[in-house]
Structures are given as C-alpha cells and as structure tokens.
C-alpha cells in the first residue's frame, strides 16, 4: 500500500509534464468562453465544447499516467474524440450522481448542526439567487478545515469509486484497444485510492488552505469582473488585477494555490496506478479460480502453462474472427 502512494505521487510529475500543453489550450478556451458578452453565444459555446475540452483534459491526464508506466500505447484520434464527447458525458453524470448521493449527508449535517439561515443560503443558490453564490463561499471560509474534511468526503466517494473505470476507459482510446466495458474496475482499489487522497490532499489541505482562504472571495470577484467586462477590459483591467492578486500572495497562501493546482495531476496518476494494480489483481485472481477448478494437484508451472495455452486459444480466435469479418 505504501508502495502504490510513492508511485502515484512520483508519476503525478510525469502527468504534470504530458498534459500542460492540453491545460495551455483548455485554459485557452476557458478564458475566451469567459470573453462572449452575448448570453445566447455563451451558452452556444459553452453547451458545445466544455464537455469535449474537460473530456480531452481528463483523458490526456489519464493517459499520461498510462503512458509514462507502459500501460496503453498511442491513441486513436476517432476514439479518443468519441470517448471524450460520449464518454465523459455518461462518466460526468455518473460522478453527479455519486457527488449527489455523497453529498447529501454532508449537507444535511452541515444544515442541522449550521447557523438558522443556512437551508435558505443553499435554496438561493440553488435558484441562482445574485449574490447567493459569494454568501454561501463565505460561510463556508469560516471554518476551512471542517468544509475541507465535508469535501473530501463527498469527493473521494466519487473518486474511489470512479477511477479506475475512468482510466480503463482512457486506455480504450490506444490504438489497440482493450476494449474494456463501462464498469471495469468499479469500486476497485477504493482503499489504496482514499489513502492517497488522505495523504496528498486532505491533511497537506488542511495545514496550507486556510492561509488561502481569505484571498478566495477576491480572486473569485476578479474572475467575475473578467467575465463581466469586455475583450479589451479584461487585458487592461481584469487581468493585471487578478495577477497582482497573485503576486501579493504570501508564501504560505502560495504554497496553497500550487497545492489545489497540483491535486488533478495526483488523482490522475493514482487512477493510472490503480488501473494497472486492477489488471494484474483480476490475472491473480482469474488463475486462483482455475487452480480452483483443476484442484490442488496443478503446481504453478501447470498453471502458467494453462495460461499461455488460454492466452494462444484467444490469440487464435481474435484471428478467426477477423478474417470472418
């Protein structure tokens, strides 16, 4: 177990390496869907490319990790660009759903044991309410380390569960693919993967967030401004606010922000090493099974034997079967 969270965190500087240019051109288009003043050519463009753009970031670090410990090969363009429309769509409402069903006792807790008027913050920002939005931000500032622990929660639930499945599905878009389904690896590794998270988000979180908690509710009002201003605005004005934000950071709040910004690349190489410690945990258990059947008489040079005669008979039939077709 310790082993798995020393390769996740060394392969998270590997993942950082092969996806900055896709987070160069995803941040690209973010900044200039924040641009539109037109609402109609807003929601045109934010209902067409968000999905395949947080598709294809997703993927590219998925397939990072895969990549950099010889776990898939290239990708193919026709499926990389299907799996990150169709696939991430169904992938992105399963982790709704997941985030739901976690987040309902947190909230629920957080509504019964929080001031008298927190059902009515929630409800406002549910109907999108103005101002809604920054109240509930900063409800939630009051107390970083309790809403961290509430998060995390809620996040790693989605993450234990979801992962592997995720990765399987980022190795489905090589070139030769493995044509894993749907649920490959669901719920598995859920220990190794909390752990991870435990180690790497939430205890480093709750020492360096709160430094950072009182800058949260200005650099969201610069982004906002961004958005709200024109083309030429937000170069002039938004922009050099929001950088001299950052560069008035003190280094403990710094140290923060470089942590939130580097928490992608951790739970995209840990799903890369739970996918392939999945693969060689179903060959495990697939040969105890055919020990199982042939009984205790087999050695393991039976068995390794049985291996490669079954890895040949689905060699030969995945030959068959394309020169029938």
Not at 272 to 295: K, M
């Amino acid at each position: 177990m310790v082993l798995f969270q020393f390769r996740a965190i060394l392969l998270s500087c590997a993942v950082a390496l092969r996806t900055a240019p896709i987070l160069f051109v995803a941040a690209a288009f973010f900044y200039a869907l924040s641009l539109i003043e037109n609402d109609y050519v807003f929601y045109g463009v934010a209902g067409a490319g968000v999905i395949p753009i947080l598709g294809i970031t997703v993927l590219s670090g998925l397939r990072g990790g895969l990549m950099q410990i010889g776990a898939t090969t290239a990708p193919h363009l026709g499926r990389l660009v299907r799996a990150s429309v169709v696939g991430m769509a169904i992938f992105l409402g399963l982790t709704a759903l997941a985030l739901a069903i976690a987040a309902l006792p947190v909230v629920g807790f957080w509504i019964m044991l929080g001031p008298p008027d927190t059902l009515a913050l929630l409800r406002d920002m549910v109907l999108f309410q103005e101002g809604s939005f920054d109240a509930v931000l900063a409800r939630l500032m009051l107390n970083v380390p309790v809403t961290l622990g509430g998060a995390w929660i809620i996040g790693t639930g989605a993450y234990a569960a979801l992962a592997v499945p995720i990765a399987a599905m980022a190795a489905n878009v090589a070139e030769r693919s493995p044509r894993h389904d749907v649920s490959y690896g669901a719920f598995r590794q859920g220990k190794v993967l909390a752990l991870l998270s435990f180690l790497t988000i939430l205890l480093p979180g709750t020492q360096l967030w709160p430094a950072l908690a009182d800058e949260i509710p200005a650099l969201f009002a610069t982004l906002g401004q961004i958005r709200e201003g024109s083309y030429m605005r937000a170069f002039d004005e938004g922009l050099p606010t929001l950088f001299a934000q950052l560069k008035a950071l003190d280094q403990e709040a710094l140290l923060a922000l470089l942590h939130v910004l580097w928490v992608p690349f951790l739970l995209w190489a840990g799903a890369a090493v739970a996918y392939v410690r999945t693969g060689h945990d179903l060959v495990v258990e697939q040969a105890e099974d055919d020990l199982a059947l042939l009984g205790p008489e087999y050695r393991a040079t039976d068995l390794k034997s049985l291996r490669r005669n079954r890895n040949a008979a689905a060699s030969m039939n995945n030959a068959v079967y394309s020169i029938d077709t």
